[in-house]
């Protein structure tokens, strides 16, 4: 029964399938890859247009703000599509959103037609832009003209902004919108980045002078007949007749052609532009229209300026040939074009068609899309009534009022760094998207009507400085994170002011109804969580193929990936770029380019099934510039692979140990030691935010703390060592291979090693003795490391013929108090000796041989912020090296240590 209720869903589901296959393929029949926007169009209305037969549609679903107006019957409406227009009465800027297939080639027009809409009898003049660029200014020199934007673009994001900007001359409005794919083949410049906005397009020797587009144009271009004093050639030319190239300029275009009167004349023709500086492509179409007999030749070379730049050019009959300048014309104010016949040629030259497209500048990149995603959906949660239209941070002088963003010129997608909602009437909680606002480091949500409690997930903003909660009516605890961090002065917290229901420290009431309360949310959550791996687990069996689609409106940042698709990345597994614990770890390339590290999963090392787990669980949660971030993974039966971002500087132990490495200076130690200690405070109180509250709900909650002296679980990298700390290219660390970390339940695991962790040198003697972890082991082989890179030499020095542990080598060195004896030589002096005493000073202190004299890593990370400060002002203070230094800086910091 229940099989043939199946089989008749299938069956039920193929036919459906099909129809909508032909319906597809009914409409894709000529117009696929057109977009065609009627703007004004009242909603749901569409209709062909009669000369083309183009499909036109309301433009009411691709945006959300502007009036619908209609032209006066009175005035002349030379197309269908230019009957209505939108205006925007309202708002600077208002901005369409038009989904398109990233990386695919478009020709983008823009059409207005003013036709005294709004019976003023004067055309406005504005600006419009494209997404964070600026894309044109909009003006009618004569109220029955119709004007356009035409460019060549190849979006990069799935979906575009055009936007309409109130200059202050007039109400904006617009047409039409259309869009249409052309060959990526075609319009080929030096830099796929470049914009191509059209100049001139022209089509010689027409003899019917009309312009034509659709049909007789698949791309829709409009080719304009040019009327000079030429003479005219022209051909019939049938269906297939024309042999075509990728430009596939239409076959009656090409059909007609211009020839100079005189036959020995040069044909010549020139355009003049405002500004010299601006940048052409030319692209000129030949076909030959005459039959030529045997003795007759056609032969010539083509000059712009007098400078030569395609020759011989001997038109094919017909059959296309298209001459594109190999590089942007640029550096005069007329360009002068010339064809001349060379010697042999027994006939003039001809033209069929040109076109010319201005280089255009879209400088700034899109707004990182997870911001754009999560901004949207805090102006939807909240309503808020700003002019949020378009790319959120650019352009520059139109970011979106109060944000503020971060926009480096290395063509990185700006981030949101600052979001002001103050006095905004926002009401309701504090809504869980903000805190995905990764590089928020200025957060203003005061003077609103916001209840609930302040949410935990606010300290995953790890950059935030300023968080202004105040005048709201919230309630509950501060989380405690948030406080930690206030106290420490890393951030300013002001949550008090009229906020009657929150309490920051002390307000916590014994009550008894708490732990059954928490530990029936803790089931409740963990049945929620096997709920949901289940339903993955039922989805995994369904769906073979990863579609990301599936997962939600927002973007998953981690994916799944099948065998094949780890075949294609790594090319088959060409470059191997590192060897772990647990397998190779190969270079990879994904289909958008981004390069990246698989790491495979030895089949014979199954053992590491669980740290390949874990990994895996973990990253895919932690998202920081200090640790390595996961893209993705491929778990498909005994293949396991993990793949990471690549990161461009391999490793710390390459760039420490290798022979032939450019030497890392003081100060780029120092940062790669303040990275790599802010990773692990990363890394150990995010994985505590994220599991450690759901083993231990009732613990006291006072952040790190939490993790060191209370509650389980402890937290520990178990495998910290340089070749873990991965270099991106500005030489910031990552820190890596989490793969040896582990959470462990309850008390009786926690002393309790299940197999054998970390490296020689690294590992601390006290755990190898004991055999017991402790959260202070990763503490020592931080501490190892600092020395590493303090004096450049190994974890195991080879000092005598012996090796010997970097430590029995140091320690008498420090205590023979000459800095010099214990930096590395290979930096010649290069460094403060203030700051070099100074993490000397906390490497000691990491190896400490009690654990409980060890510091804690948030300890560690300040301090070593304090070095690198202190390395930074003797720089600035242009005493560059130690040998300028006075020696009574190093007395005190010896004494300061021997003290200890
Ligand atoms: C554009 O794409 C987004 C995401 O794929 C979708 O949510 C939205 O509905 C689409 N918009 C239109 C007008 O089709
Ligand atoms: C506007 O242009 C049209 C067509 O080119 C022309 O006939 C008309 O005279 C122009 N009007 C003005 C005011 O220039
Ligand atoms: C393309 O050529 C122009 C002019 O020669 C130059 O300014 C530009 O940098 C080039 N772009 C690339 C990506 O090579
Ligand atoms: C692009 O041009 C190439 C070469 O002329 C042709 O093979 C291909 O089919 C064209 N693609 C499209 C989408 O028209
Ligand atoms: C080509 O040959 C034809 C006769 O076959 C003659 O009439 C014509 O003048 C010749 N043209 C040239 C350019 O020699
Ligand atoms: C045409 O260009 C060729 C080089 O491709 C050159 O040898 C010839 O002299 C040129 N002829 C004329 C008439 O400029
Ligand atoms: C022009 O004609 C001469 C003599 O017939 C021949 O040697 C030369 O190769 C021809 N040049 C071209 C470009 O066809
Ligand atoms: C604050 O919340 C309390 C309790 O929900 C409510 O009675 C009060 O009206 C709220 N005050 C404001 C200003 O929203």
């Not at 049909?215 to 005219?232: G, I, M, T």
């Not at 030569?308 to 942007?328: D, N, R, Y």
């Not at 995953?460 to 930690?484: A, F, H, Y």
């Not at 109804?513 to 530990?519: E, G, N, W």
Request: glycine content about 6%; some cysteine; overall charge negative.
């Amino acid at each position: 029964m229940k099989q043939t209720v199946i089989g008749m869903l299938l069956h039920f589901l193929l036919v459906l399938f099909g129809v909508l296959a032909i319906l597809v393929l009914i409409q894709a029949q000529d117009q696929s890859g057109f977009i065609s926007i009627d703007c004004g169009l009242s909603e749901l209305s569409s209709y062909s247009e009669t000369d083309t037969g183009i499909n036109y549609i309301s433009d009411a679903k691709f945006i959300d703000s502007g009036v619908s107006k209609r032209i006066p019957p009175t005035e002349i409406i030379v197309k269908q599509q230019l009957e209505h227009v939108r205006s925007f009465p309202s708002g600077v800027r208002n901005c369409y959103r038009i989904n398109v297939t990233s990386d695919t080639k478009y020709l983008i027009r823009a059409s207005f037609y003013y036709g005294n809409y709004d019976d003023l009898n004067e055309p406005p003049q504005f600006d419009l832009h494209f997404g964070a660029n600026v894309w044109d200014t909009v003006k009618f020199t004569n109220l029955s003209l119709i004007a356009t934007s035409e460019i060549i673009y190849t979006p990069s994001q799935d979906y575009i902004q055009p936007c309409l900007v109130n200059t202050g001359n007039g109400t904006p409005f617009i047409s039409s919108i259309e869009l249409r794919t052309l060959n990526n083949t075609a319009y080929v410049t030096n830099s796929t980045k470049t914009v191509l906005s059209n100049f001139l397009r022209f089509d010689i020797g027409s003899i019917t002078n009309i312009e034509y587009r659709y049909k007789d144009d698949v791309f829709d271009r409009v080719w304009f007949p040019y009327e000079v004093d030429w003479a005219r050639l022209n051909t019939s030319l049938n269906n297939n007749d024309l042999v075509q190239n990728d430009y596939e300029p239409p076959r009656i275009v090409m059909s007609t052609a211009a020839t100079p009167v005189n036959a020995s004349a040069p044909m010549q023709f020139h355009w003049s532009v405002d500004n010299e500086n601006d940048q052409y492509y030319a692209y000129f179409h030949f076909n030959e229209v005459e039959k030529l007999a045997e003795n007759e030749t056609r032969s010539f070379n083509i000059t712009v300026n007098g400078d030569f730049l395609f020759g011989p050019e001997i038109p094919v009959h017909q059959a296309v040939h298209t001459i594109v300048s190999t590089k942007p014309l640029t550096g005069a104010a007329r360009y002068l074009f010339s064809l001349l016949k060379t010697e042999n040629s027994t006939l003039p030259p001809i033209l069929n068609a040109y076109e010319v497209y201005k280089v255009m500048d879209f400088p700034q990149s899109e707004t990182e899309q997870d911001d754009v995603d999560t901004i949207t959906n805090i102006k939807k949660a909240y309503g808020v009534a700003r002019n949020w239209q378009g790319d959120p941070c650019g352009p520059v002088n139109y970011m979106w009022e109060g944000l503020n963003c971060s926009i480096d010129d290395a063509n990185n997608p700006p981030r949101i760094t600052s979001l002001n909602l103050s006095s905004s009437g926002l009401t309701g909680e504090i809504a869980s998207f903000i805190s995905k606002l990764a590089m928020l480091e200025y957060l203003d949500l005061s003077n609103n009507s916001l209840n609930g409690p302040i949410p935990d997930f606010l300290i995953q903003l790890r950059s935030l400085k300023v968080l202004n909660v105040g005048k709201n009516n919230l309630t509950g605890l501060v989380p405690s994170g948030l406080l930690e961090r206030s106290k420490t002065g890393s951030l300013s917290l002001s949550v008090d002011d009229d906020n009657l229901g929150l309490c920051t420290m002390n307000c916590k009431k014994k009550n008894i109804a708490v732990p059954l309360v928490a530990s029936f949310s803790a089931l409740v959550v963990i049945v929620l969580i096997s709920l949901g791996l289940w339903i993955l687990r039922r989805q995994k069996v369904v769906v073979t193929s990863s579609n990301s689609k599936e997962r939600g409106s927002m973007k998953s940042k981690h994916q799944r990936f099948s065998y094949t698709e780890i075949l294609n990345i790594t090319d088959n597994f060409k470059t191997t770029i590192g060897e772990g614990g647990f397998g190779k770890v190969y270079f990879g390339i994904l289909q958008d380019q981004t390069q990246v590290a698989v790491k495979r999963l030895s089949p014979s090392s199954m053992q590491g099934y669980k740290e390949f787990q874990s990994e895996a669980q973990l990253l895919m949660i932690v998202h920081h510039r200090n640790l390595v971030s996961l893209i993705g993974y491929c778990d498909e039966g005994e293949i396991k692979a993990l793949i990471y971002e690549y990161m461009a500087n391999g490793n710390l132990q390459q760039h420490l140990f290798v022979e032939n490495s450019t030497i890392l200076n003081w100060n780029e130690r120092l940062k790669i030691a303040v990275d790599a200690a802010h990773g692990n405070v990363l890394f150990m109180e995010t994985y505590f935010l994220h599991f450690a509250a759901l083993y231990c709900p009732l613990c006291e909650f006072s952040g790190l703390d939490y993790l060191h002296n209370g509650c389980k679980p402890p937290i520990m990298h178990r495998d910290l060592k340089p070749s873990n700390i991965l270099l991106d290219e500005n030489l910031h660390a990552k820190i890596a291979d989490f793969g040896l970390s582990r959470a462990f339940g309850n008390d009786d695991d926690s002393h309790v090693s299940t197999r054998p962790a970390g490296t020689i040198g690294y590992a601390d003697p006290e755990y190898q003795r004991t055999g017991n972890t402790n959260k202070k082991n990763d503490i020592y082989s931080f501490g190892i490391i600092l020395f590493e890179l303090i004096t450049g030499k190994k974890a195991m020095v080879r000092a005598s013929g012996e090796n010997i542990h970097i430590l029995q080598w140091v320690i008498s060195l420090v205590k023979g108090g000459d800095i010099r004896n214990i930096v590395d030589t290979r930096l010649q002096g290069e460094f403060s000796i203030s700051s070099a005493w100074k993490v000397v000073e906390i490497a000691m202190s990491c190896v400490s041989q009690t654990t409980a004299e060890r510091p804690g890593i948030s300890q560690i990370s300040t301090e070593l912020k304090e070095c690198l400060s202190l390395d930074m002002v003797q720089r600035n203070n242009g005493s560059t090296s130690a040998r300028d230094e006075l020696v009574s800086v190093a007395t005190v910091s010896v004494s300061t240590f021997l003290a200890r």
